[in-house]
């Protein structure tokens, strides 16, 4: 038993770090935006429109900067650069403070073989690489920054994707406004990947409960003789809970054990081949989830222990 609940906490480990990584492939860039929120445009039945699709017009961007002085445009398309023969895909930002030439991520760098100075393509157009490091990613992909003007040529388009708040703003006609969190459902496919995700791993935490639950239902029917027995010869109702439950922490806690730290070990390992986040709380929080819920499905199969009739032990 104690192996299924490794396996169990395993498995839900593993797809926490899995999720955590995607999530950071997927969001990082948003994230790391100053301001504490996005004005986007809004589709024709008053929903926001993905950062990936939205147009925000002249008009819009100065009725955002009227209400919010501190605004600032942010521009965002999907599209390749390009050195010699190789091209790479990219989401590239554009933004009004950044400086000339292309700044590139170092795993994009790596695939053109291109230095600072390289001259590149960003969207049919000619650029250099000013500088080289961590650009965080924007759904799956990973992010070229360009200022503005090099962006809407790259883009072939005069509008901004959206604008950077640094306030709440509401009331502007075609615009929605997404505060903290709630910028990250502007991001393609995020909404529905990361829930199908946390789907998952909650399911697999009712299926660890159900199966603990299940498994000491049974061990326990095996021993009613025996504990009757036990009750004959003057132990409580409650020593016989106390002991149950103590032998069910043990083999709960043994298997979660063993299972976090091999979930733990084999995303660490696998960290360089696939997406994968490794943090303190996403180890510990469905590690805690399962104990608890795992206790919760022992005390209820423990509960026959309450009512052992003694003259069970006189196969009466």
Not at 52 to 61: E, K, Q, W, Y
Not at 92 to 99: E, I, L, P, S
Not at 151 to 172: E, F, L, P, Y
């Amino acid at each position: 038993m104690a192996g299924v609940i490794a396996l169990l906490a395993f498995m839900v480990v593993a797809l926490s770090a899995l999720t955590g990584g995607l999530r950071d492939q997927s969001v990082s860039a948003v994230e790391d935006l100053p301001g504490s929120g996005l004005a986007v445009q809004v589709d024709g039945s008053g929903a926001a429109v993905g950062l990936g699709d939205s147009r925000l017009d002249p008009t819009a961007v100065r009725a955002i900067e009227s209400a919010d002085p501190g605004a600032a445009p942010l521009g965002i398309t999907m599209t390749s650069v390009g050195f010699q023969d190789v091209n790479s895909a990219v989401a590239v930002f554009g933004r009004d403070n950044a400086g000339p030439g292309v700044r590139l991520n170092d795993e994009t760098a790596k695939t053109l073989g291109v230095q600072v100075g390289s001259p590149v393509t960003i969207g049919g157009v000619e650029s250099r690489v000013s500088s080289i490091g961590d650009t965080q990613q924007f759904a799956h992909s990973p992010v070229a920054e360009v200022n503005l003007d090099l962006w809407r040529q790259a883009a072939h388009r005069d509008d901004v994707s959206a604008m950077i708040t640094t306030k709440q703003i509401s009331g502007i006609d075609g615009v929605s406004y997404a505060h903290g969190n709630a910028r990250l459902n502007l991001i393609p496919g995020y909404s529905s990947e990361h829930n199908s995700l946390l789907l998952i791993q909650g399911l697999l935490l009712v299926i660890s409960a159900v199966v603990v639950g299940a498994f000491f239902a049974v061990w326990t029917g095996h021993r009613l003789a025996s504990l009757a027995v036990v009750r004959a010869m003057g132990a409580s109702k409650g020593y016989l809970v106390r002991d149950g439950l103590g032998q069910a922490s043990v083999v709960l806690f043994t298997g979660l054990a063993v299972g976090a730290a091999a979930g733990a070990g084999v995303a660490w390992a696998a960290e360089g081949v696939v997406p994968i986040a490794i943090t303190a709380s996403g180890v510990l929080l469905p590690v805690v989830v399962m104990a608890v819920l795992g206790l919760a499905g022992a005390v209820l199969a423990l509960r026959p222990l309450t009512s052992v009739d003694p003259l069970t032990a006189l196969n009466r």
